[in-house]
């Protein structure tokens, strides 16, 4: 479901953002003063979650990408994967984004969670299977070849 698509559940998620905003700014300033970067990966990650549920994908990717970049220097391997998914839902969601652009994203989430052992593989096998109704079987196979999964 795409949240620009149900109006009612867009408004109240853009209310509730704008009011936790502020506090996920400031716990981010605080995380990088004390040098905590694990606190501000995840602050990175939920400031990108909070814009793009308000719709601004340019600064959801830029959190994202912060987030990222900070996830890959601690080695979290379990933050990697879940922005890893959210990009991918970024990706699908936004005006110059598309499903195909998601898979890549969705296949990385799908092989760190399936080498921890997560649960949440199950999540990243959901929304390939939605980009697989999207683009259709055919489609979905050409994106999955630059990705050169080893077998």
Do not use: F
């Not at 879940?82 to 970024?90: D, N």
């Not at 052992?117 to 109704?133: D, E, M, N, S, W």
Request: aromatic share 8%; proline share 4%; charged share 25%.
């Amino acid at each position: 479901m795409r949240y620009s698509e149900r109006p009612e559940l867009w408004e109240s998620i853009s209310s509730l953002s704008d009011e936790v905003w502020p506090e996920y700014n400031q716990h981010g300033d605080i995380s990088e003063r004390l040098g905590d970067q694990a606190g501000l990966a995840a602050t990175c990650h939920n400031l990108g979650y909070i814009v793009y549920l308000r719709g601004d994908y340019d600064e959801a990717a830029r959190q994202y990408q912060r987030s990222l970049e900070i996830e890959a220097r601690l080695g979290d391997r379990a933050g990697l994967a879940a922005t890893y998914s959210q990009v991918g839902l970024l990706e699908a969601e936004r005006p110059d984004g598309s499903a195909a652009a998601a898979v890549g994203w969705h296949v990385k989430a799908l092989l760190i969670r399936l080498r921890l052992g997560t649960p949440q593989a199950v999540y990243a096998l959901r929304r390939l299977a939605v980009h697989r109704r999207e683009l259709g079987s055919g489609s979905l196979a050409c994106c999955l070849r630059p990705l050169a999964i080893p077998g």
